[in-house]
């Protein structure tokens, strides 16, 4: 229970910094043309066929998993997010629900693929925007890791998550009419499953 409510508090500090910079920005340039749901993207998914949506979130999905495999085998014994679940098993799973779906993968879609992506793309195009937010995804959670990993594990978390971060973007942008639901989905269920690796000891 306390390390329930310590991720809850810990989702909803996390959610309130990672919003600032986009609220303020739609506070001061946007309220008047949308809300601040839509100008996120925080919106159902529109005009899509959800065959193709479905497919395209599965696509993204499995190397996602892939790569969480990777990085758990490759950071045995290296103290990560999720090793506050290391060993608590079932008792582990509303706390891994919390930290999975608001404290990580909710505010980084909401900066990566609900702001910074939409925002570069009326400045610089989709395809230049989409590569940007994924490097700064890529770099940002390869970083994370470079003191335990060394260059080449820590490059290819890097490449790997940038290039997850890229399709997430087109998923969102170019699949599901600029929602991030699919993106928060994707990110949520991958961070589950590490969650859930964590706590049963699976690596």
């Not at 989702?11 to 910079?21: G, M, N, P």
């Not at 497919?55 to 085998?73: D, H, K, N, R």
């Not at 290039?163 to 969102?172: D, K, T």
């Amino acid at each position: 229970m306390i390390l329930f409510i310590s991720k809850l508090i810990n989702s909803v500090v996390e959610i309130l910094v990672f919003t600032l910079v986009p609220f303020i920005w739609w506070l001061i340039k946007h309220r008047k043309n949308c809300s601040f749901f839509e100008f996120i993207g925080l919106k159902k998914p529109g005009n899509v066929k959800e065959n193709h949506l479905i497919w395209a979130m599965i696509g993204t999905l499995v190397p996602f998993l892939v790569l969480s495999s990777y990085m758990l085998y490759s950071l045995k014994g290296v103290e990560m997010a999720t090793s506050e679940f290391a060993g608590l098993g079932v008792k582990a799973l509303p706390a891994i629900l919390v930290y999975a779906i608001l404290n990580t993968s909710l505010p980084e879609e909401i900066l990566f693929r609900g702001f910074i992506l939409k925002r570069l793309s009326g400045k610089c195009g989709f395809l230049s925007a989409n590569i940007f937010q994924a490097i700064v995804f890529g770099i940002i959670h390869g970083g994370m890791f470079f003191n335990y990993t060394g260059v080449v594990k820590a490059a290819i978390i890097t490449v790997f998550t940038g290039l997850i971060g890229f399709l997430m973007g087109y998923i969102n942008e170019k699949r599901a009419d600029g929602s991030i639901l699919p993106s928060w989905c994707i990110h949520a269920l991958a961070n589950i499953f590490s969650g859930v690796c964590a706590a049963f000891l699976v690596f």
